[in-house]
């Protein structure tokens, strides 16, 4: 039964990380996602030492407004004259830094390994269950993924036509009345609480992995934002399944193992899709 | 009846420096006007400005009487081609979709009308063969009629088109310019802003010379000279012959 677990949990991490990281691929911001993940790492301190507890919502939405800070400061840095790339990495190392003080701080007062934090063990999780009642209802990690699976899952169905023009033309879509700031800002949220309720099984550094891995890899596969997504979603499933397997032989890190099989998958798709490297040939844009 | 475009006082500008110095006109209906300047004039910045893309220190702008948060539907846009990622999973016929998005509401999506709307829109601009054609696979000229039928599927009555002529080849230039033409034959109006001074006489009934101030806007034949395009270009401007078209010899 535990085998089923895991590989649950790493199928739902995957498949609701690689859904936003579509969106993130096709707006070239693949390294807010990357500046997120590792970011929200005080803010899941903070919420830890607040709360004393690992599965709380509080931790999650405390991770998600430090998310969002993260994209609000990257904006702000930018707009007042600092290179883009510079104020990425400027934000996402000083608050990843203030997240491991805090840890190596507290960590005689928290039950908070920083090797679990930043590499992930899924291997526990399926102990780790909820109780209703007295009965236990599955691991907690289940439920915890499995909301934010759902939760992108609804957001991106409401609003996908928005989502879509956004980051396509923005300029059309804020044009025709889209608050496309509003929509940028709701999926950088979605990303931190995505991030958040992964870490415990992938990591908050191999999470980054599942959101750009499978949909790069989907970018290749199609010409369609729909079937990119459910490709990705696929794929995600996929590397988690062969990740498992594959780590339960070499008796190594799990998390690890599945983002690995998502990038050795890449690559493949890389040297026989349509899109790869044996048919790049293009019509250029001209002037 | 209410003018289509009004605009007072309007002042732009990007980290201090103004890149629109106070500029106010009116746009009678059904006209085809060009918009005309060197590089840096603010032409671009005057279309975002106005569809409050971009925020303006000062100015008011009239939309058919009314601001621009309630006549949005009756407004139609074409970026520039460059702005967006001719790479984006997608296909002609899609992108063209988007144009009804502000027909649609929060939360309907595209149906079965809108689809044939969209259809009859790349119809128009010659482009129905290749509806299902992913959009890197099209041409400059190709994509640039694309972002124009998604415009057509706009249904608006005042159009705003940044560059349209840029990078295209003859045969869509021709098939752009018919096509607003027959825009302005059904009454809307339609602002472009335009790079070639060779086809200005031949394309536009108006035109507005712009260079941070407003040069001029008007009949093109009144505005057209050598003396109000000197006054716009400044130095950049060589006449090959004062009689007939200017030609720009510098580099635009």
């Known amino acids: 039964m535990n085998h089923v677990w895991i590989i649950l949990i790493g199928a739902l991490v995957g498949s609701s990380c690689s859904m936003l990281g579509c969106f993130l691929v096709l707006r070239k911001m693949s390294m807010i996602g990357d500046a997120i993940s590792h970011s929200v790492l005080p803010g899941i301190v903070i919420a830890f030492l607040i709360s004393g507890s690992r599965d709380s919502l509080v931790m999650m939405f405390g991770a998600a407004a ?130 958040v309720a992964s870490f415990e099984s992938v990591g908050a550094i191999l999470v980054v992995g599942m ?66 490297v044996r048919h790049h040939v293009k019509f250029s844009h001209g002037a | 009846m209410t003018d289509p475009l009004t605009v007072k006082n309007l002042t732009v500008a990007y980290q201090k420096s103004p890149v629109l110095k106070d500029i106010s006109f009116r746009v009678p209906e059904g006209k085809l006007i060009g918009i005309i300047g060197p590089n840096g004039a603010g032409k671009s910045t005057l279309i975002k400005a106005i569809l409050e893309l971009i925020p303006s220190i000062t100015g008011e702008v009239e939309i058919f009487g009314d601001s621009y948060k309630n006549t949005r539907k009756r407004v139609g846009y074409v970026p520039q081609r460059e702005s967006v990622d001719w790479d984006f999973p997608t296909d002609a016929l899609d992108v063209v979709m988007m144009g009804r998005y502000g027909h649609l509401g929060w939360f309907k999506r595209p149906d079965k009308k809108d689809k044939a709307y969209a259809l009859k829109c790349l119809q128009q601009v010659g482009m129905s063969q290749y509806a299902n054609r992913q959009i890197s696979q099209l041409s400059g000229g190709q994509q640039q009629r694309v972002f124009l039928a998604r415009a057509l599927a706009q249904d608006a009555e005042l159009y705003f088109m940044d560059e349209p002529f840029v990078g295209v080849d003859a045969a869509t230039e021709k098939a752009i310019i018919t096509l607003l033409m027959k825009l302005k034959e059904q009454g809307k109006t339609v602002l472009v802003v335009h790079h070639d001074l060779n086809t200005v006489k031949e394309y536009f009934d108006w035109i507005m010379l712009l260079n941070v101030n407003l040069i001029g806007i008007g009949p093109t034949e009144e505005l057209f000279t050598k003396e109000f395009l000197q006054k716009t270009y400044g130095g950049s401007l060589a006449m090959l012959d004062a009689n007939s078209s200017p030609i720009i010899v510098s580099p635009r």
């Open chain 1, 66 to 195: 430090i998310g969002l800070v993260t994209v609000f400061l990257i904006q702000m840095f930018q707009n007042s004259g600092v290179q883009s790339d510079a104020s990425i990495g400027v934000v996402f190392t000083a608050l990843f830094a203030v997240g491991v003080v805090l840890i190596s701080l507290y960590t005689r007062q928290v039950d908070l390994d920083l090797d679990c934090v930043l590499y992930g063990e899924i291997a526990y999780a399926p102990w780790d269950t909820l109780h209703v009642g007295g009965h236990s209802i599955g691991p907690k990690a289940v439920w915890g993924v499995g909301a934010s699976f759902l939760l992108n899952v609804l957001v991106i169905s409401l609003f996908f036509k928005q989502f879509k023009i956004s980051t396509f033309d923005p300029a059309l879509a804020a044009a025709l009345g889209i608050p496309v700031v509003f929509f940028h800002y709701l999926l950088m949220g979605l990303v931190s609480i995505s991030t």
């Open chain 1, 211 to 276: 959101i750009i891995v499978p949909a790069a890899t989907a970018y290749l596969l199609t010409d369609k934002l729909s079937t990119m997504i459910v490709i990705s979603v696929l794929l995600s499933i996929i590397s988690s399944v062969l990740g498992y397997y594959i780590a339960f032989l070499l008796d190594a890190s799990i998390g690890g193992t599945m983002v690995v099989v998502a990038g050795v998958l890449f690559l493949i798709a890389l040297f026989f899709s349509p899109k790869g």
